[in-house]
């Protein structure tokens, strides 16, 4: 179904801190391999900052990179990441599940999340944002007022990698600005600036959380069961790149069949990215014929045919009904039936490669009146 994944609370790295008398304190980041979802992996060496004082500068590297086996998969491409924080709990209770009783002061806003140029005639990736500490200009957070010279800023790091641009991996630096202890500020310190209290601990939590993987693959974009004959399907390409179509297939199960009853093959064809194809019936309405791709001839679906997109390998790409079951009349309930109705797949939804699984249109589409073309001929893929 949803392609969109979100994981929480995926540990990657533990920051942790300790104010010594007034002195210094140890910051240590622990790195823990972490496969996510088979489509990151993350490096599993120690991040250890060791001991280090008052208004030091430190900088730690770790690296995002896809797995294996997400590289070996031909359905996905992107993957879009943050590098999250929270505060990190130093006493549980006994209880199941146990409770944090005491959270440790927050060493988080001392931190900063930085990507690493890969190439110096190329510059910083534009794919990933940085996440900067009180330190440094130019971070996202919102400061009162706006120039305030040392502003606290939390927030979350962000990545993205993409096999069909060829960035497999990414490589960041967590660094600590350590403050002065309170009562104990040098003259070089800018005003305002914040200080530490001398016998807090300080620690925190960074993690990986993946928020999104994209389809490399086309999908179904728009299914029209109109009046007569005004059925169409639409394919859209959400890839960087074009896609050949050539040997792709639409198959149509129908009644509750578990083999096709009728094939469309799509013609040799490339279609762009962010393009639509359109399939429709030869003696479909004018208005769909105007944007119509490859009109056919055969008897295409009624409410209850279940339909199917398939690559030149014959592998599924995306499943409209369920294959082998006659819902009788149609799935769904109103308004998102498929029956004489116009469905829109919803934005950054990609598509369903399952066709024995439930199927509920309402989950995946938007449903609209019958005869209603007019959203056929393109589609929004990223929400507004």
């Given at each position: 179904?949803a392609?969109?994944?979100?994981?929480?609370?995926?540990?990657?790295?533990?920051v942790?801190?300790?104010?010594?008398?007034?002195?210094?304190?140890?910051?240590?980041?622990?790195?823990?391999?972490?496969?996510?979802?088979?489509?990151l992996?993350?490096?599993?060496?120690?991040?250890?900052?060791?001991?280090?004082?008052?208004?030091?500068?430190?900088?730690?590297?770790?690296?995002?990179s896809?797995?294996?086996?997400?590289?070996?998969?031909?359905?996905?491409?992107?993957?879009?990441?943050?590098?999250?924080?929270?505060?990190?709990?130093?006493?549980w209770?006994?209880?199941?599940?146990?409770?944090?009783?005491?959270?440790?002061?927050?060493?988080?806003?001392?931190?900063?999340?930085?990507?690493?140029?890969?190439?110096?005639?190329?510059?910083?990736?534009?794919?990933?944002?940085?996440?900067?500490?009180?330190?440094?200009?130019?971070?996202?957070?919102?400061?009162?007022?706006?120039?305030?010279?040392?502003?606290?800023?939390?927030?979350?790091?962000?990545?993205?990698?993409?096999?069909?641009?060829?960035?497999?991996?990414?490589?960041?630096?967590?660094?600590?600005?350590?403050?002065?202890?309170?009562?104990?500020?040098?003259?070089?310190?800018?005003?305002?600036?914040?200080?530490?209290?001398?016998?807090?601990?300080?620690?925190c939590e960074?993690w990986?959380?993946?928020?999104?993987?994209?389809?490399?693959?086309?999908?179904?974009?728009?299914?029209?069961?109109?009046?007569?004959?005004?059925?169409?399907?639409?394919?859209?390409?959400?890839?960087?790149?074009?896609?050949?179509?050539?040997?792709?297939?639409?198959?149509?199960?129908?009644?509750?069949?578990?083999?096709?009853?009728?094939?469309?093959?799509?013609?040799?064809?490339?279609?762009?990215?962010?393009?639509?194809?359109?399939?429709?019936?030869?003696?479909?309405?004018?208005?769909?014929?105007?944007?119509?791709d490859?009109?056919?001839?055969?008897?295409?679906?009624?409410?209850?045919?279940?339909?199917?997109?398939?690559?030149?390998?014959?592998?599924?790409?995306?499943?409209?009904?369920?294959?082998?079951?006659?819902?009788?009349?149609?799935?769904?309930?109103?308004?998102?039936?498929?029956?004489?109705?116009?469905?829109?797949?919803?934005?950054?939804?990609?598509?369903?490669?399952?066709?024995?699984?439930?199927?509920?249109p309402?989950?995946?589409?938007?449903?609209?009146?019958?005869?209603?073309?007019?959203?056929?001929?393109?589609?929004?893929?990223?929400?507004?």
């Open positions: 179904m392609k969109k994944i979100l994981l929480i609370i995926i540990t990657l790295l533990i942790v801190g300790c104010v010594a008398a007034l002195s210094a304190f140890e910051a240590h980041v622990i790195n823990v391999t972490a496969h996510i979802e088979n489509a992996r993350v490096s599993d060496e120690e991040l250890d900052f060791g001991t280090v004082f008052p208004q030091e500068y430190l900088e730690r590297e770790f690296t995002i896809l797995s294996s086996s997400f590289l070996s998969a031909n359905r996905v491409d992107d993957v879009d990441y943050i590098i999250a924080q929270k505060p990190r709990c130093k006493d209770s006994d209880d199941e599940p146990p409770i944090c009783l005491e959270y440790c002061e927050s060493l988080c806003k001392f931190l900063s999340k930085l990507n690493i140029e890969e190439d110096e005639d190329e510059g910083i990736n534009e794919n990933d944002i940085d996440a900067k500490s009180y330190y440094q200009e130019g971070g996202i957070g919102v400061c009162t007022p706006p120039d305030k010279p040392c502003c606290i800023r939390p927030q979350e790091a962000s990545g993205r990698l993409a096999k069909s641009e060829e960035d497999t991996e990414d490589r960041w630096v967590v660094d600590l600005k350590v403050p002065p202890i309170e009562g104990f500020v040098g003259q070089d310190w800018p005003e305002d600036c914040p200080t530490i209290e001398a016998e807090a601990s300080y620690c960074l990986v959380e993946v928020t999104g993987i994209s389809r490399i693959q086309p999908f179904l974009s728009e299914y029209i069961e109109g009046s007569s004959n005004n059925k169409a399907l639409e394919i859209y390409n959400p890839s960087g790149s074009n896609i050949d179509l050539t040997g792709y297939k639409i198959e149509q199960y129908f009644n509750g069949s578990s083999i096709p009853s009728n094939i469309i093959t799509i013609p040799s064809v490339s279609l762009a990215s962010d393009d639509v194809y359109v399939v429709c019936r030869y003696d479909a309405h004018p208005e769909v014929l105007a944007v119509c490859l009109q056919s001839g055969v008897s295409l679906f009624n409410g209850n045919d279940a339909v199917v997109l398939k690559n030149s390998s014959g592998e599924i790409l995306d499943v409209i009904g369920e294959i082998g079951y006659d819902p009788e009349t149609y799935w769904g309930s109103e308004p998102v039936t498929t029956q004489n109705h116009t469905l829109v797949r919803k934005c950054e939804i990609s598509g369903d490669t399952n066709g024995f699984d439930f199927f509920d309402a989950i995946e589409w938007d449903g609209f009146a019958q005869d209603d073309f007019s959203h056929l001929g393109s589609h929004t893929y990223f929400c507004p």
